[in-house]
Structures are given as structure tokens and as C-alpha cells.
């Protein structure tokens, strides 16, 4: 494991957003959010007491008592700001994180422990869900058991209409791509870009759960809401991708790849399949790969059973585009066009610009990208550091050498951090509207390259 990213303070790197500042946006989700995430999961666990009585028998009761033990253990930790403590499973990065933990001990001297309210926030959040992954894993047979399952399906399922509209949407572009011009092409790839960033609204751990799906085609609402996007860099994402290409003289001669890390299943899953899709049939992009988590997450986040789960039930849908689309995806994927990929650096908490230190094979990976999205709040989290940025910092400054590839942020706004503004910009928004960096209102579209000197991501 690297030391911690040299002397944080004399680098003029701001502190990390903590739950230790009383009334803020990590003091309340520490104080009511997560608790209420983990009361719901106790629940979840207790409503499947019969199914684990009729798949294991009495040790299916046995491991369903423990689990909801350990899981109150910890919430009672929680709410009275204990020590965080290691890891006691076997699981494949319990060692990462318990060498996490001593980094922790480190930056906060040997005075302070390391407490549920006193830590950075974006570690101990993702330190609750690894908690319960190790609640459930310590209590075989139900070590498998995705306590957000339920919640993700049903997500899915409220969305028919909207995902419908999609589905349809795409089977129109896709009968007349031959004939699309340039601009028109951008025109297309402009629209599903800012679909795929809406579908990030639909998150179920800002809503602690709460159901939270996406009723209408979003495709009505796109130039309703062009006014709240806040950084808008989509001309920049697409002369990426179009250089990619290689000009007459200098074809290039690997396929143009794109990955997406993405964040929320159901609704949000869907409006990035329909981009990758319009993606590789109009001919822009030769592959995708798509990067999710090893470990249910944050509530409604994608792991691979979430992945294939949708394709399926998309292929199986009583929709003639829905179905068609389904099939078409479950194809990219038998032919290796598509492919999933999870690694556990996803469910840890270190900040992006550790990545090629602490988990260089996946820095290596995406350096084999041409184009980099990432999806949602916890990754831009992740990208800036979480930490007290001023608003007009530049986002390279924030990324803090991250940048294994050309890289998008689409994230709608649930966490009290956004760098890359206008000067005055923030305060506009904040006196019109004191929750704007974490009602889900506002977006990003936000571009980073270290290639060429990009000029800063605050422009429009």
C-alpha cells in the first residue's frame, strides 16, 4: 500500500469533508441517513427469515440472527461515534482495508481516533458497506444474500415506461444511421450523454432507500433542464471520441474504446446501456467496457448479477424495441463488443489518485481507454478527493494527477463538493437556492484530458 499522498496539509490539499462539522451535509448523513440505510437493511434481512428457514433450515435462522447482531453492533457504533474498527473476514481486500484504516491512524495522529463522526466522510460511508458485507459474510449459508436487491428490482420495474420510450427512441436512430450527417450524429450522441447523466437522479442511497424511479421518458424533459447543468463540457467528450478516430492519413489502427464506471442499477443502468449501444452502432466507439462493483454498495449500486440480470429481463420484455434491444445487447456481450468487469478498488475508499499506486493493474486498464465516463456522485466524490475544494478550483487541480485516460464526470449533484466554476457562479446558485449541491438538481457533464493542455473544465 502507498503512504498517504505526501503532506496533505503543506500541498495546499484541503481537509476531507467530515461528519466532525456539526449541521452539515456529512454530519447529517452520518447522523441520520446511514442509520436509517442500516434499520432498513436489519429489516430486509429479518422480512427473509422464512426464505433462509426454507432454503438452509435451522442454520439459515441461526445466520440470520447473527447477521442482524452484528449489523445493530455497528449501528450502535455508529450513532455513538465509536472507533472504527478492522475487519475480521477473509475476504480478498480485507487486508487493503484494514491497511487503510492504519493510513487513517496516521494522518489523524495519535491523539484523535479514528470515529464514525471525527473521520473523513467518504470513508466511513464506504466503511458501512463493507460492514455489512462482513456481517453477511461471517454468517454462512446467507453470506450471498444482496440485502438491495429488492430495491433495485423494483426501481427497474417502475421505470417501464421510461425505459420503453428509450428503447424506441434508440430502434429510430438506429434504422436511419446510415444517413445521419455530422452534426446530426452529435445531435444524437449530445441527447443520450445528457440521458445517461439524468438517469444518475435515480439513486436510492440519497434517498435512503426510498422508492425513487424514473416515471417519464426523459427525452421530454432534456431542454427543461439544460439550465441545470452546470458545467457543460459534451463538446470536448465528443471531439475526443472523434479524434480517436484517427484522421485520413493516420487511421488508427487499435479499435476506439470506451469504458463506463457505472454507478446506480434500474432506471439509471439502462439509460447507459442505450448510450454504449448508440455508441458502437453508429460506429464511433468499436468496444465498451463497463465497470461495476464486486459487493452490493451504496444502496442500488451495479454488481455483475445486476448487470446481466437487466439484459435479461430487457430481452424478456412484452415491448417489440424494449426485447429488441435486450437482444442486441446480450449479443455485444456474447461477442465480446460489451464486457463487465468489477475490481475490488471500486468498494474501497481510497481517493481516485490512488489508484495507480494502490490498485495499479486498474489504472493500467483504463489506460486502455480512449474516453473514461464516470457515472454518479460517489465517483466524482472518489475523482476530487471529497475534500473542502473552493468551487473554482479546476478540476485537474482537484483530480490531483489522476488521469490514466481522457475522462467525463456525468454526475447529477448530491454531496456538498463541485469544483470547475465560474467565479460568482456558486454563490448565484447558493442564494437562489441553498440545497444546490445536494438535492440531485444540478449537474455536470465535466471533462478532464492531461493529453493536451485542455483549457480548464470551468468553461463552457
Known sequence: MAAPAADETMHGVPPSLSASVVGSFAYLTVRDRLPTILTKVIDTIHRNKNKFFEEYGQEGIQAEKQTIALLSKMRNELQTDKQVLELTDSLQDTEHWNEYLKRQQKLQGE????????????????????????????????????????????????????????????????????????????????????????GNKCDLSISAGQENSQKTSPLDSLNNLQPFILVKDSDMVWSTLISAQGTGQTEKTTAVRVDIVLDNAGFELVTDLVLADFLVSSGLV?????????????????????????????????HKAMSKSGV????????GVWSYHDHPFWTQ?????????????????????????????????????????????GFDTAL????????????????????????????KLASRDPDWMTSGKYAVIQFHSSKSEQKDSGSH
Open 111 to 198: 491523539q484523535e481516533s479514528v470515529s464514525w463522526f471525527k473521520s473523513p466522510w467518504l470513508y466511513v460511508e464506504c466503511y458501512m458497506y463493507r460492514r455489512i458485507q462482513e456481517a453477511l459474510w461471517l454468517n454462512p449459508p446467507i453470506s450471498d444474500f444482496d440485502v438491495f436487491n429488492e430495491g433495485k428490482t423494483q426501481s427497474f420495474f417502475e421505470s417501464q415506461q421510461a425505459v420503453m420510450a428509450l428503447c424506441t427512441y434508440l430502434e429510430d436512430i438506429n434504422k436511419n444511421l446510415m444517413e445521419l450527417s455530422k452534426n446530426q450524429m452529435f445531435e444524437h450522441f449530445n441527447k443520450l450523454l445528457q440521458v445517461s447523466l439524468w
Open 286 to 318: 468499436h468496444e465498451v467496457h463497463f465497470h461495476g462493483k464486486s459487493i452490493p454498495w451504496f444502496v442500488s449500486d451495479v454488481t455483475a448479477k445486476d448487470f446481466q440480470w437487466t439484459i435479461r429481463q430487457t430481452m424478456a420484455a412484452n
Open 328 to 335: 442486441k445487447w446480450n449479443s455485444h456481450l456474447k461477442e
Open 349 to 393: 475508499p481510497h481517493e481516485f489518485c490512488d489508484m495507480a499506486a494502490d490498485a495499479p493493474d486498474l489504472y493500467a486498464t483504463l489506460q486502455g481507454a480512449d474516453l473514461v465516463l464516470f457515472k454518479g456522485d460517489l465517483n466524482y466524490r472518489k475523482l476530487t478527493g471529497d475534500r473542502e475544494w473552493d468551487h473554482t478550483v
Open 400 to 427: 490531483r494527477g489522476f488521469g490514466p485516460a481522457p475522462l467525463c464526470s456525468l454526475r447529477t449533484l448530491k454531496a456538498n463538493i463541485q469544483v470547475g466554476m465560474q467565479p460568482g457562479q456558486a454563490e
